[in-house]
């Protein structure tokens, strides 16, 4: 039993983060009313892509505890000769670009989320929807 | 000789220096952001028109950015089906950048005319990008390119266009997100990007839990994008609320574009094998898309506005194609009914769109009850309407008509007859919603006559996009009647490896 926890659980810790992040920005997307909290559960749920990606480049293991890491992916001779292990660098730069992207949805959101504000006078979703009713019932 | 390996790459480049040029010529001439936007468009469909002849005549093109090879690069592939498409969303894209030059400047302020027609040829950029890029990430980047030019060009209408695109903005970054995570477990099995590269790697890996849990985070994902049932929902109210040129460029482009990438995934990332191997992969798309074609219908009929009764109609719409693709495994035809219907809806709807939002272009006008008597006013507008309809409906020899008569030798060929009788069912609820539309315009006199609304045509520049369209329609369709892209179709058939199961 320990034997599994300790090959399932905690030497891969970092997925487990993920996931456990990446179901709290799921849940915050679709259960909050408000939608500042909404583009906050999103953003979380970004993040947590970005940790997945990164694990995955990652070599280093919890041998006994004592840590293991992957070095630098710098490739310079004496360290291939001491067999050195280096993180694989391709998930970084697509992270990169991924943080990058999720910067532009955050703040497209952010702009539509002060527009609604200003539209609406709140940013609970219930509210704007009754909101939306009355215009529609105003307009027939 | 012209260079056309260069061309796909091109067709994204200039797409993009042409948007940071409208930026700048924007401050210098307003009115030359439309003329800039209409020119690069224009040049891309003549590029793309290059691109089909080359690839029809000589092969499929790889054109390598930066000259490194593919594994490692990324690699632009424009074979059969990625020309195919990019023609499509190319020449849809020009008809609404010259429908737009009207509209815009009847529902837009003014001052935000400059951002508007860069965002738009960005959302052009993506589109295009999405269908030419032969690398998975690279797709998503262009992904996103285009659903964020396509949340603020949404949003710009103001009002209720905000809650949509707002809406649109949480389900599509989900969406895109699955697709990100799908690559994640991709790349942790196969350690590459590149489609072609990932096709041979991956069949020693089929039996992999998260090749398999890859496939189904990608297809959910794709799925949101392409507006298929159940993962509709934030469509109706995009369409809905956009500025008519954007609900005529994402009803018609960015629809077919995401369902570009659903196919690819499916058939070209994974196979043919892949899909009938584990589950009833194409079963259950064949059932659910027959869900969306009798659900989309039926709420369809519910609307009293004209714009959301046509996004339903798109979810319908929406089910043929994925109908199509479900059948595809198990009939000799192949993908052909689904990719004949990816250009026939766009025409379709295009047209229809391209109506309605004329309608609320003179008189503001939303709601179906209010277009009594309309034919006499705008003649034009409402008899590209009627042809559009009718082709909808399926009236011979419209393309409408072609994608249902193929589809159903496809369901007769796999065997697979309940399916028939889910084609004439939404076909008769078609019928239900589109005569509706008709009788009001064309038949119906109001009593007393002074509540008829008195309003002329539309711009020459509005209507006769429609027309174009509307007319396409029928030629259209006799083209494909007479077999003319058959040859086409058996390239990508048989380049997916579709089309030779008995």
């Given at each position: ?140 | ?373 309309l034919a006499r006013r705008m003649p034009y507008t409402c008899f590209a309407f009627l042809l559009a309809a009718l082709s909808m409906i399926g009236f011979p020899p419209s393309v409408g008509f072609v994608t249902k008569l193929y589809l159903i030798f496809a369901a007769l060929d796999a065997g697979k007859y309940i399916f028939i009788a889910v084609i004439f069912f939404s076909t008769l609820l078609m019928i239900v919603y589109f005569w509706h539309v008709i009788e009001i315009m064309y038949i119906r006199v109001e009593e ?42 058996d390239a990508i058939n048989s380049g997916l490896g579709l089309g030779v199961v008995p």
């Amino acid at each position: 039993m320990i034997e599994w926890i300790a090959q399932h659980i905690v030497a891969k810790y970092n997925f487990w983060i993920a996931i456990v992040i990446m179901l709290t920005g799921l849940y915050a997307t679709i259960a909050k009313g408000n939608l500042l909290k909404k583009l906050i559960g999103l953003t979380i749920f970004q993040t947590s892509i970005f940790l997945f990606y990164i694990s995955l480049s990652d070599v280093g293991t919890l041998a006994g505890l004592g840590l293991h890491y992957g070095t630098a992916p710098i490739v310079w001779e004496e360290g291939i000769h001491k067999g050195y292990m280096y993180v694989n660098p391709l998930p970084h730069v697509l992270m990169l670009t991924g943080i990058v992207v999720s910067a532009a949805t955050t703040a497209v959101g952010l702009a539509l989320v002060v527009r609604l504000y200003e539209e609406y006078g709140t940013l609970e979703e219930e509210r704007i929807m009754e909101k939306e009713m009355e215009i529609e019932r105003r307009g027939t | 000789m012209l260079p056309i390996e260069q061309f796909p790459v091109l067709v994204v480049a200039i797409s993009l220096l042409s948007a940071l040029t409208i930026l700048l010529a924007g401050w210098i001439n307003k009115k030359s952001c439309f003329f800039i936007s209409l020119a690069t468009i224009t040049f891309q469909f003549i590029l793309s028109i290059f691109i089909l002849h080359h690839v029809l005549t000589v092969g499929t093109i790889h054109y390598w950015l930066g000259g490194w090879r593919p594994p490692w690069g990324i690699e632009y592939v424009v074979d059969a089906l990625n020309a195919y498409v990019l023609i499509i969303i190319l020449f849809l894209s020009l008809l609404a950048a010259i429908y737009s030059k009207r509209s815009v400047e009847h529902e837009i302020d003014e001052k935000k005319l400059v951002t508007f027609y860069t965002l738009f040829q960005l959302l052009v950029t993506g589109l295009a990008g999405v269908v030419v890029t032969g690398d998975l990430f690279n797709m998503y980047v262009l992904l996103e390119v285009c659903s964020l030019a396509a949340y603020a060009l949404i949003a710009v209408a103001g009002g209720r266009a905000l809650k949509a695109s707002y809406n649109y903005l949480v389900m599509g970054a989900i969406g895109v997100c699955f697709y990100l995570l799908g690559i994640a477990f991709l790349y942790s099995v196969t350690g590459t990007l590149n489609m072609g590269d990932m096709r041979l790697l991956l069949p020693a890996l089929y039996g992999n839990k998260g090749v398999q849990l890859a496939f189904v985070f990608m297809f959910i994902g794709l799925g949101i994008k392409a507006a298929f049932f159940p993962l509709h929902t934030w469509q109706p109210d995009a369409y809905t609320y956009a500025p008519s040129a954007i609900t005529v460029i994402i009803s018609t482009a960015m629809a077919k574009a995401s369902i570009y990438a659903l196919i690819r995934i499916i058939f070209s990332v994974f196979t043919v094998d892949f899909i009938t191997l584990f589950a009833p992969i194409a079963d259950i798309i064949s059932w659910v898309a027959a869900i969306a074609m009798i659900f989309g219908s039926i709420l369809a009929i519910a609307q009293f506005n004209l714009k959301r009764m046509l996004a339903y109609s798109s979810i319908a719409n929406i089910g043929y194609i994925m109908l199509g693709v479900g059948l595809s495994t198990s009939t000799t035809l192949g993908l052909t009914p689904a990719l004949m219907h990816i250009l026939n809806h766009a025409l379709m709807k295009g047209c229809l769109f391209m109506a309605a939002c004329g309608f609320i272009y003179k008189a503001d006008l939303r709601d179906i009850r209010d277009l009594v008597g309309l034919a006499r006013r705008m003649p034009y507008t409402c008899f590209a309407f009627l042809l559009a309809a009718l082709s909808m409906i399926g009236f011979p020899p419209s393309v409408g008509f072609v994608t249902k008569l193929y589809l159903i030798f496809a369901a007769l060929d796999a065997g697979k007859y309940i399916f028939i009788a889910v084609i004439f069912f939404s076909t008769l609820l078609m019928i239900v919603y589109f005569w509706h539309v008709i009788e009001i315009m064309y038949i119906r006199v109001e009593e007393g006559g002074e509540k008829e609304i008195s309003v002329t045509e539309v711009p020459r520049s509005m209507f006769i996009p429609g027309l174009v369209l509307a007319f396409l329609c029928f030629i259209v369709g006799i083209i494909w009647l007479i077999g003319t892209p058959m040859p086409l179709m058996d390239a990508i058939n048989s380049g997916l490896g579709l089309g030779v199961v008995p």
